[in-house]
């Protein structure tokens, strides 16, 4: 049996400690202590429905073991929207019709928050490599295209005036 | 996850010296690297390797950079394909290696993938190592008993079977900046454009000197049981002013250096007819850069 250890890292922006066995997936302790909102897809990285952010930058979940993210800040897509109003990303997903199932999503906006970190003005080909790790079988990515679009928008908008 | 093993995660470089030291034997069992994980856990999952111990390189922060002084670009082992897109310097003088990461997995395998991990993945379809062969790099193998510096182009023994010692950890990538009159292109031909397998993956280093082509390096991805360089085809090259008749003559002798198989993905003929296709087309560019 793999050993079992408490490591301390931060979730959306709550610090926790979790017990964790070596052999533990990041995304199966997640789905463990609740966060439904990070999806499990192929659990071999091709599909990105369990992407995550780990100091800001997004993985996907099933190919790290969890102690590897001791003392790092992990954010999941409930956690972008922390501090009241709603992020502009799910914002932008739901006005533009870009949920379908909604199966893709929480990974489909992680992934995005960390490609418009790197790249605030992405065009077309910055938006489909940044995206080309999450898999959606519903919308044909047209109107996630045009989400993120308008939310790379809002959030230089919302840059400029800070 | 069902697969079971130990975990260490040791906060300096000597410590994971000594935690790989106890590795016998290597292969798929025994102590293990962990870097990004993306092969790693992909293949514990497929039950393609059974370690009994990882030992997980993510607090080793010395390793992780890409330094250019003196002349040489070092880039340390954990160096994600990200980290490459992001350094500003790079694409300057290694535009090979940037076109490789740009095209390298989905976003979240390039946050985690490292170069190390590439390389000693041992796939032959691994995209880094082209673009690292034709820049004529080394790597640095340590263990507790010191470092040793091995060239790329002699690391790789047979299909998964590299130089590493049992237990020898890969610290640093690093070659010589390019000289002012050279070029370096990379091309990977795969099913689609992002997130996919390489077909076929080309990578083309030249050199001018005095109107001729003074150094050229070919190196030739997913068409033989490693990434290898095309030695016969670059000869033909050296000392010449290429001509796209001897282009396209170096461009065949190419294919005769590759032994490429069927797969799901293409047939060796087709693989065969796109290392000529491409090898002309990456000559070409990297010529007509440079005269
Ligand atoms: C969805 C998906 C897409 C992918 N796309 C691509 C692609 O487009 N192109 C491509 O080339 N690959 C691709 N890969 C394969 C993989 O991502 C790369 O090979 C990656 O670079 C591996 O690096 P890693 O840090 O994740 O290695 P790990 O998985 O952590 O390790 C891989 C191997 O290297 C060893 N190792 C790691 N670091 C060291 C070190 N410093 N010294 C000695 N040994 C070490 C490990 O023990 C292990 O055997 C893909 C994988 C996935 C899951
Ligand atoms: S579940 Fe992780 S990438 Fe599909
Ligand atoms: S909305 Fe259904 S998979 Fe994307």
């Known amino acids: ?162 | 996850m069902y697969a079971d093993f130990d975990l260490v995660i040791p906060e300096t470089l000597d410590e994971a010296l000594e935690a790989l030291a106890g590795a016998v034997g290597g292969g798929n069992g025994g102590t293990q690297p962990l870097a990004g994980g993306t092969n790693m856990i992909v293949d514990l999952r497929a039950r393609r390797v059974a370690p009994s111990r990882l030992v997980g390189l993510g607090r080793l922060d010395g390793l992780r950079g890409i330094r250019i002084a003196d002349g040489r670009v070092r880039m340390g082992a954990r160096t994600t394909m990200s980290d490459i897109l992001r350094h500003p310097d790079l694409a300057g003088h290694a535009p090979s290696l940037v076109d490789q990461a740009r095209v390298f997995g989905g976003q979240m395998v390039r946050n985690a993938a490292t170069v190390a991990g590439n390389i000693c993945s041992g796939s032959p379809a691994a995209d880094a190592v082209p673009a690292l062969l034709a820049l004529d790099a080394e790597v640095t193998l340590a263990s507790p008993s010191g470092t040793r510096v091995v060239p790329l182009s002699e690391f790789f023994l047979g299909y998964k079977r590299d130089a590493r010692a049992p237990g020898e950890l890969m610290t640093e990538i690093a070659w010589d900046i390019p000289p002012a009159h050279s070029s370096n292109r990379f091309y990977k031909l795969a099913l689609r454009k992002g997130d996919a397998i390489t077909v076929v993956g080309v990578a083309v280093a030249l050199a001018a000197e005095d109107g001729k082509c003074g150094t050229a390096r070919i190196a030739l991805g997913a068409v033989a049981p490693i990434v290898k360089r095309a030695t016969a085809a670059e000869a033909m090259l050296c000392g010449q002013a290429l001509t796209p008749e001897l282009i396209d003559a170096a461009a065949r002798q190419a294919v005769d250096d590759v032994d490429p198989i069927d797969d799901i993905r293409a047939s060796a003929e087709y693989r065969r007819h796109c290392v000529h296709a491409l090898t002309r087309r990456l000559v070409t560019q990297a010529w007509e850069r440079l005269t």
């Not at chain 1, 922390?82 to 999503?105: M, R």
Request: aromatic share 4%; with cysteine; hydrophobic share 40%.
């Open chain 1, 1 to 162: 049996m793999a050993e079992t250890k408490t490591i301390a890292l931060t979730i959306n922006g709550r610090d926790r400690k979790v017990a964790a066995p070596a052999n533990a997936t990041l995304l199966e302790t997640l789905r463990e202590l609740g966060y439904f909102e990070v999806k499990s897809g192929c659990e071999k990285g091709d599909c990105g429905a369990c992407a995550v952010l780990v100091d800001g930058e997004a993985i996907d979940s099933c190919l790290a073991l969890t102690w590897t993210v001791a003392g790092r800040a992990v954010t999941t897509v409930a956690g972008l929207s922390l501090g009241g109003a709603k992020h502009p990303l799910i914002e932008a997903f739901e006005k533009s019709g870009a949920v379908q199932c909604g199966y893709c999503t929480p990974g489909l906006i992680v992934a995005a928050q960390s490609m418009l970190k790197d790249t605030p003005e992405p065009d077309d080909d910055d938006i489909r490599l940044g995206l080309s790790g999450n898999l959606c079988r519903c919308t044909g990515y047209t109107k996630v295209f045009d989400a993120v679009r308008d939310a790379a928008a809002v959030l230089r908008g919302a840059e400029s005036q800070a």
